[in-house]
C-alpha cells in the first residue's frame, strides 16, 4: 500500500479560513452576534423552501404530499423573514433563548441520571454540582445579555477553531 506525501490544499485553505473566522468572530463578539442572527434568518428562509421542493417532489413521486410540508415551510420562511427584518430584537430574543436553554439543560441533567453516575455516587455528587452551577451561570446570562452575547461569540469561535485545527490536521497528515 502506498502512503501518500504531501500537503492537502484544500484541507489546508478551508482549515485557515476557520480558524480566521474563529479569530474574527472572537475579536469582535457583539457584531457577530447580528450577523450569526443574520445567517440564522437566512437558513429559516432556506429551509422553508427547501421543506416546499421536498414536499412537492413527494407529491409527485407518490401522488401523496404532506400538507405538513407546506406549512413548516411557510412558517420557517415567516420566521426567517421577521428575523431578517428584525435583527436586532432577533439577537437579543436568541441570547434569552440561550440562557433560557442552559437552566433548563441543567434542570433536566440534574434529574437524569447516566449510568456512570449510576455507578459511583462522588460522580454523581460532581454532575449535580456542575448542573447547579450552570443553573447560577444562565441566571446571569438571563440578567446581563452582553455577558451572553459574548459566551455565544466564544462558543462560536470554539466550534470554528476546532474545525479549522482538523482541517488543518487532516491537510497535514
Given at each position: 500500500m502506498q502512503q501518500k506525501t504531501g500537503i492537502r490544499w484544500s484541507s489546508l485553505l478551508i482549515g485557515v479560513f476557520f480558524l480566521i473566522i474563529g479569530v474574527?468572530?472572537?475579536?469582535?463578539?457583539?457584531?457577530?452576534?447580528?450577523?450569526?442572527?443574520?445567517?440564522?434568518?437566512i437558513l429559516f428562509v432556506i429551509t422553508g423552501f427547501i421543506e416546499i421542493f421536498v414536499r412537492r417532489i413527494m407529491k409527485?413521486?407518490?401522488?401523496?404530499?404532506?400538507?405538513?410540508?407546506?406549512?413548516?415551510?411557510?412558517?420557517?420562511?415567516?420566521?426567517?423573514?421577521?428575523?431578517?427584518?428584525?435583527?436586532?430584537?432577533?439577537?437579543?430574543?436568541?441570547?434569552?433563548l440561550f440562557a433560557i436553554w442552559f437552566i433548563i439543560n441543567a434542570v433536566l441533567n440534574m434529574f437524569t441520571i447516566t449510568p456512570a453516575e449510576g455507578s459511583n455516587k462522588r460522580f454523581h455528587m460532581?454532575?449535580?454540582l456542575l448542573?447547579?452551577?450552570?443553573?447560577?451561570?444562565?441566571?446571569?446570562?438571563?440578567?446581563?445579555?452582553?455577558?451572553?452575547?459574548?459566551?455565544?461569540?466564544?462558543?462560536?469561535?470554539?466550534?470554528?477553531?476546532?474545525?479549522?485545527?482538523?482541517y488543518l490536521i487532516d491537510a497535514l497528515r
Amino acid at each position: 500500500m502506498q502512503q501518500k506525501t504531501g500537503i492537502r490544499w484544500s484541507s489546508l485553505l478551508i482549515g485557515v479560513f476557520f480558524l480566521i473566522i474563529g479569530v474574527f468572530i472572537i475579536s469582535f463578539p457583539e457584531e457577530n452576534l447580528f450577523a450569526i442572527t443574520w445567517l440564522i434568518g437566512i437558513l429559516f428562509v432556506i429551509t422553508g423552501f427547501i421543506e416546499i421542493f421536498v414536499r412537492r417532489i413527494m407529491k409527485q413521486a407518490t401522488q401523496k404530499g404532506s400538507n405538513l410540508l407546506i406549512v413548516l415551510g411557510i412558517i420557517n420562511i415567516i420566521i426567517g423573514i421577521l428575523i431578517l427584518f428584525n435583527v436586532v430584537t432577533s439577537t437579543t430574543f436568541i441570547v434569552y433563548l440561550f440562557a433560557i436553554w442552559f437552566i433548563i439543560n441543567a434542570v433536566l441533567n440534574m434529574f437524569t441520571i447516566t449510568p456512570a453516575e449510576g455507578s459511583n455516587k462522588r460522580f454523581h455528587m460532581v454532575s449535580i454540582l456542575l448542573n447547579i452551577i450552570e443553573i447560577i451561570f444562565g441566571v446571569i446570562l438571563l440578567f446581563n445579555p452582553l455577558i451572553a452575547a459574548v459566551v455565544i461569540a466564544v462558543f462560536m469561535s470554539a466550534v470554528f477553531f476546532i474545525i479549522g485545527i482538523t482541517y488543518l490536521i487532516d491537510a497535514l497528515r
